[in-house]
């Protein structure tokens, strides 16, 4: 599956920066910014999560979730650290939507390919509604859920790489942004910051 479903979507796939919502094992909800590669009709979803979130467990034992596309980066960056408060509200008609998203898809996994580290997950979208519109694109707003998907590779770049490139992040932030794009910002900042510092993170880094 690996060799074959990702080119079956051709040039109309494209990688969608996105929250994915799964339910956990307590009834909870699992909140995770997620990059699938979406086809042109919306249809298909080629997930790859890694094998050891908390995503792919529920994904593996529910076989079903919601993919949100959505313009709130302070969401995506309190996501992206594992840190979601408050959490947002949800449809009641819907557990797993998010009642704030601009749109969102609800899909069921129709198979697995656990061959690699990022699992392949390819799933067909059930369900879905448009609720409001997209803001629309911002350089700030762009910046963040680039810092938010720094976040998530903490402890597989080099420091120094990670440093580099919040730095150069920070000055669209500063420049265009507003309240919520300097609040997502500095939470990023703050949590990338202490893992660099942290000799955990230290000690992960090739001698």
């Known amino acids: ?5 990702l080119p079956q979507l051709g040039v109309e796939g494209r990688i969608l920066e996105a929250i994915v919502t799964t ?14 590669i979406v086809d042109a009709s919306s249809e298909t979803l080629v997930l790859r999560p890694f094998r050891t979130s908390t995503t792919y467990h529920n ?9 949100h596309i959505t313009d709130d980066v302070l969401l995506f960056a309190m996501a992206a650290i594992g840190k979601v408060e408050p959490l947002p509200e949800f449809l009641s008609s819907e557990p797993l ?3 704030s998203a ?12 656990d061959s690699a580290e990022r699992s392949v ?34 402890q597989l770049l080099p420091p120094e790489n990670l440093l580099a490139e919040l730095a150069r992040l920070e000055s669209p932030v500063r420049k265009t942004g507003g309240a919520v794009e300097l609040k997502a910002f500095a939470l990023l900042r703050e949590f990338i910051n202490q893992e660099v510092a942290s000799p955990c993170k230290a ?5």
């Not at 599956?1 to 479903?5: D, F, G």
């Open 1 to 5: 599956m690996h060799e074959t479903a």
């Open 23 to 36: 339910s956990n094992e307590d009834g909870s909800i699992n909140i995770a910014p997620m990059g699938p």
């Open 59 to 67: 994904l593996i034992r529910t076989h079903s979730g919601v993919l």
């Open 97 to 99: 939507v998010l009642a």
């Open 102 to 113: 601009c749109r969102w898809l609800k899909f069921y996994v129709l198979s697995v390919d």
């Open 121 to 154: 997950l390819i799933a067909r979208t059930t369900a879905g509604a448009h609720m409001r519109e997209f803001f629309g694109f911002n350089r700030a707003m762009h910046a963040v859920i680039e810092a938010a998907i720094l976040a998530t590779r903490v």
């Open 203 to 207: 000690e992960d880094q090739p001698a």
